[in-house]
């Protein structure tokens, strides 16, 4: 006997896919602190709903401006 449980998800859409934005600037500190968690922490492709290809750039871009001071390292 078997029990079939459907469970509608809603997909989450890339926001950069879906506003069409082709390369993310560090210097966009508003966008970018979206995508970290409250310890300051880059939030993982599952939880954020980022396609592959801009999670990767996305990460990069949050490095780069953590190094020039515009974003801090770790929250208190």
Request: glycine letters at 0%; aromatic letters at 12%; charged letters at 0%.
């Given at each position: 006997m078997e029990i079939k449980t459907t469970t509608t998800k809603k997909q989450k859409r890339c926001y950069?896919?879906?506003e069409g934005i082709a390369h993310i600037d560090y210097k966009d500190v508003g966008t970018l602190r979206r995508y970290l968690s409250s310890f300051a922490k880059i939030v993982p492709r599952k939880r954020s709903g980022v396609?592959?290809?801009?999670?990767r750039e996305l990460s990069n871009a949050i490095k780069r401006a953590r190094i020039m001071a515009l974003i801090p390292f770790v929250q208190k």
């Open positions: 950069f896919c879906v396609c592959m290809t801009h999670q």
